[in-house]
């Protein structure tokens, strides 16, 4: 790797390798020490091509859930199936592995920005902005860097846009797998709303068990499925269609809805 080579963002990969060892490094007891992160189907992660690859999944926290990624992905990559023993792995990550993320949130603080150099591909909020409801047109230069970003490699991407459950899958995400048409990736996660704080910085509660599922490529019909049977494919695959809702006790979902409130509130 050259000493001043960029990705198509115009980062610096020198910089954003050592950002990545860095977190990496820091992170990695958060999901084997602290708490525990059980893995399921990683193998599948090492026979995916380097580029045009999309990864959907639910959200719980804001960073955590995505650190996560870039730990199960590395550690896949280099011959660990389903697990992230030895930090190691992180020592040679895979470089053009990218996020989307809400602009605002990478923009809220020094540390976020940091975190934003590692691979974030920031958005505007189309229905949310500061707190706020919001009604505004998608932003085509997004739309473009997320394209460029599966050009150049992997994209991982949480359709719900919030980490709420069980709240509806942006039509956007569709739009970009059907222009696109790329490899698409669902992941299943739990137990980062109880092990972290909203934002995934603070550890709230040790000795959580965590659960990372990744699943096996979507099927599309690129040219002939609707917009509306993508997003319904997608709520499926990332079990947030609203027919899990009947297989989770009514106590569970005020619960989650309660701690999602307390954290609201609280930031």
Same mark, same amino acid.
């Given at each position: 790797m050259g000493l001043f080579k960029k990705n198509p963002f115009g980062h610096y990969l020198v910089l954003k390798k050592w950002l990545i060892r860095i977190f990496g490094v820091l992170t990695h007891r958060r999901y084997r020490g602290f708490n525990e992160l059980q893995i399921e189907g990683s193998e599948i992660i090492k026979n995916l091509p380097d580029t045009n690859v999309l990864f959907v999944s639910n959200h719980q926290t804001y960073f955590a859930d995505v650190t996560a990624m870039f730990h199960v992905f590395n550690a896949s990559l280099s011959g660990r199936v389903d697990s992230i023993k030895n930090v190691g792995y992180i020592w040679q990550p895979?470089?053009?592995?990218?996020?989307?993320?809400?602009?605002?949130?990478?923009? *809220?603080?020094?540390?976020?920005?940091?975190?934003?150099? *590692?691979?974030?591909?920031?958005?505007?909020?189309?229905?949310?902005?500061?707190?706020?409801?919001?009604?505004?047109?998608?932003? +085509?230069?997004?739309?473009?860097?997320?394209?460029?970003?599966?050009?150049?490699?992997?994209?991982?991407?949480? +359709?719900?846009?919030?980490?709420?459950?069980?709240? +509806?899958?942006?039509?956007?995400?569709?739009?970009?797998?059907?222009?696109?048409? +790329?490899?698409?990736?669902?992941?299943?996660?739990?137990?980062?709303?109880?092990?972290?704080?909203?934002?995934?910085?603070?550890?709230?509660?040790?000795?959580?068990?965590?659960?990372?599922?990744?699943? /096996?490529?979507?099927?599309?019909?690129? /040219?002939? /499925?609707?917009?509306?049977?993508?997003?319904?494919?997608?709520e499926y695959a990332i079990e947030q269609h609203s027919s899990f809702l009947k297989v989770i006790p009514a106590e569970e979902i005020q619960v989650m809805e309660d701690l999602n409130e307390k954290r609201r509130f609280g930031y």
């Amino acid at each position: 790797m050259g000493l001043f080579k960029k990705n198509p963002f115009g980062h610096y990969l020198v910089l954003k390798k050592w950002l990545i060892r860095i977190f990496g490094v820091l992170t990695h007891r958060r999901y084997r020490g602290f708490n525990e992160l059980q893995i399921e189907g990683s193998e599948i992660i090492k026979n995916l091509p380097d580029t045009n690859v999309l990864f959907v999944s639910n959200h719980q926290t804001y960073f955590a859930d995505v650190t996560a990624m870039f730990h199960v992905f590395n550690a896949s990559l280099s011959g660990r199936v389903d697990s992230i023993k030895n930090v190691g792995y992180i020592w040679q990550p895979k470089m053009n592995i990218y996020y989307v993320a809400a602009k605002e949130t990478m923009r *809220a603080g020094l540390l976020a920005r940091i975190m934003a150099y *590692a691979g974030a591909i920031t958005v505007e909020r189309t229905w949310r902005a500061k707190g706020q409801e919001v009604n505004r047109q998608v932003n +085509p230069n997004d739309t473009q860097n997320i394209g460029k970003a599966l050009n150049d490699g992997w994209v991982i991407t949480f +359709p719900q846009g919030t980490t709420k459950p069980f709240k +509806p899958i942006r039509k956007g995400t569709a739009h970009i797998i059907k222009n696109h048409k +790329p490899i698409v990736i669902p992941i299943v996660i739990d137990g980062f709303r109880r092990s972290f704080d909203k934002k995934g910085l603070r550890i709230k509660k040790r000795g959580i068990l965590q659960s990372f599922q990744i699943k /096996e490529p979507l099927e599309f019909d690129y /040219e002939n /499925e609707s917009i509306e049977e993508i997003v319904e494919k997608l709520e499926y695959a990332i079990e947030q269609h609203s027919s899990f809702l009947k297989v989770i006790p009514a106590e569970e979902i005020q619960v989650m809805e309660d701690l999602n409130e307390k954290r609201r509130f609280g930031y």
